[in-house]
């Protein structure tokens, strides 16, 4: 049994991701630190934030709603452009719809609403039960992990750079 955010399952991970992309991102991050750049990654709750760079803990950012919001929209994305665009009503050849009387679509609208509720509605932490979320088994979810990984991997290297131009 999984307790605790579905998110929260995902730290671990992003981090060792961060931290062991390449060599070359090895090499760069530990220039950082001798240079008193820290690589260490601090996890905000609360309202929403988007990432930043501390320059004052040396730390990078990164915000609990903000990276739910993410992986909502990851998973939404991957789903619509994989198997709900092979199954859409073409009507012409440039334009198709997606069937309204799907269940899996109605799903991924209720995780939509989710996600977009991070932004402004304080009562929005608890992940909805029954709606797809990180810590599910399914490839699909593992498929959408890795995506998510990656793609805060980039941010945070993006805040990384921040950080050093401020040193430079």
Known sequence: MVTGHP???LYDRLTSTFENTSEVANIRLS???QAQLSRNIRIETGGFGTPYSDHQRNEI???KRFLTLCWCIVYIVMEVAGEKMEQAIK???NYSV??????ELAELDLLFDFAMSLKSD???DNWPSGLPDPTDSAYK???ANAIFIDAMSYIM??????RQRTLG
Do not use: F, G, K, T
């Open 91 to 93: 009507l012409s050849e």
């Open 31 to 33: 220039s950082y630190n």
């Open 61 to 63: 950012v990164l915000n």
């Open 98 to 103: 997606l069937d309204s009387s799907d269940p």
């Open 141 to 143: 979810i593992m498929v």
């Open 122 to 124: 304080e009562r929005a």
């Open 157 to 162: 290297y993006h805040e990384v750079a921040h």
């Open 7 to 9: 998110i929260e399952q």
